[in-house]
């Protein structure tokens, strides 16, 4: 990444961090989806929006949308960066079990430094993925693609692997680590219930365990494949 600069408020880096994650599909950031993100109102968001216009971080179309401009990305990515390398040495060195890491790091990622999140890497060895299979950025900015393929996407009869799962809710965390989806592991899919319904999969091949994904639980659920039923966790 470029040099560090000067440090961004919290909420501009709260918000630069949300409209890089409602975008990733490609689509501009609505205000409303921004807004929900944030759990602001939508006047709170537009006014966020012309200061970080103003300031070279977005570019905004009315009645279109947010976008990032490159240095807003370059901003986005550093953020991320911290955040997912403090989940990851916080679960690694610490001991924080995967449901917990979000929410400590979303505390230490406003105050931490550069230098020490470069220090924490080093000692980490570099990690690609956060505890949650997502990619994380190098120093140099860039970042892996996790895809767009998501549980509900999988075709009945094909085997698929986790890549990575949502970070944002320990609920959800704990109900995916008690049933086993978690990155890495492999799913047989079966098949899906009609209208949105739940998708049949077996937990770890096509002779594992049967369970029923819910429709939005699924759609969280990033996955790569289909896949060889030997294929590697990097599959």
């Not at 890491?101 to 690609?128: C, G, K, Q, T, Y």
């Not at 075709?155 to 986790?162: C, F, Q």
């Amino acid at each position: 990444m470029p040099p560090e600069s000067p440090r961004l408020s919290r909420s501009v880096e709260d918000y630069l961090k949300a409209i890089y994650a409602l975008s990733e599909e490609g689509d501009p950031a609505s205000t409303s989806r921004i807004a929900e993100a944030m759990d602001v109102q939508p006047s709170s968001v537009s006014g966020m929006m012309k200061r970080l216009a103003e300031s070279g971080y977005v570019e905004h179309a009315p009645y279109r949308g947010v976008r990032l401009t490159e240095t807003g990305v370059t901003a986005a990515l550093r953020i991320i960066r911290r955040h997912r390398i403090l989940e990851t040495y916080l679960s690694e060195r610490l001991g924080y079990s995967w449901d917990d890491v979000h929410e400590e790091a979303e505390r230490l990622e406003h105050a931490a430094s550069e230098e020490l999140i470069d220090r924490m890497a080093e000692a980490l060895e570099n990690p690609r993925r956060d505890p949650h299979g997502a990619p994380i950025p190098t120093r140099a900015g860039t970042i892996e693609s996790t895809g767009r393929t998501t549980l509900v996407d999988a075709h009945p009869g094909t085997s698929v692997r986790i890549r990575a799962v949502r970070d944002d809710d320990g609920d959800r965390l704990r109900y995916l680590e008690a049933r086993g989806l978690m990155p890495g592991v492999l799913l047989a899919v079966e098949g899906q219930a009609p209208f949105n319904g739940p998708v049949s999969v077996r937990v770890g091949g096509a002779e594992g365990t049967p369970l029923a994904v819910g429709f939005e639980l699924a759609g969280k659920i990033r996955v790569s494949g289909p896949v060889e039923a030997d294929a590697g966790a990097d599959g």
